[in-house]
């Protein structure tokens, strides 16, 4: 059985920082693309991450370059989302995603895998 488990949510000021994790079990970790996605109430998920197997390529689009990054362990079967200088546009839920399906990085379709959120509010 799949499971995702996000933690690191939480309330954070406009410029601070938080860090997701998301940890994987029932799956063979590093064989599978993970992501990460946010959701605004009355909007689609948003793809904001993502990591190859290894972690050697990542894709961000442009609303979080810079700001945040991805990253990978392994061997801990675990994902991250590093978050820095937050707006309160990034307000959102965010759930982290696995795809066995060998696509581009920045096609946000094929997750068959999700984790059940964690919200992330920013203060202004």
């Known amino acids: 059985q799949v499971q995702l488990v996000e933690s690191g949510g939480g309330l954070v000021q406009a410029g601070g920082s938080l860090r997701l994790s998301c940890a994987a079990s029932?799956?063979?970790?590093?064989?599978?693309?993970m992501g990460w996605f946010r959701q605004v109430p009355g909007k689609g998920r948003e793809l904001i991450a993502a990591?190859?197997?290894?972690?050697?390529?990542?894709y961000y689009p442009d609303s979080v370059k810079d700001r945040f990054a991805i990253s990978r362990d392994n061997a801990k079967n675990t994902v991250y989302l590093q978050m820095n200088s937050l707006k309160p546009e990034d307000t959102a839920v965010y759930y982290c995603?696995?795809?066995?399906?060998?696509?581009?990085?920045?096609?946000?379709?094929?997750?068959?895998?999700w984790g059940q959120g964690t919200q992330v509010t920013v203060s202004s």
């Open positions: 029932g799956i063979s970790f590093s064989s599978y693309t």
């Open positions: 990591i190859s197997w290894n972690g050697g390529i990542t």
């Open positions: 995603a696995a795809r066995r399906l060998v696509a581009a990085l920045r096609a946000d379709g094929g997750y068959n895998a």
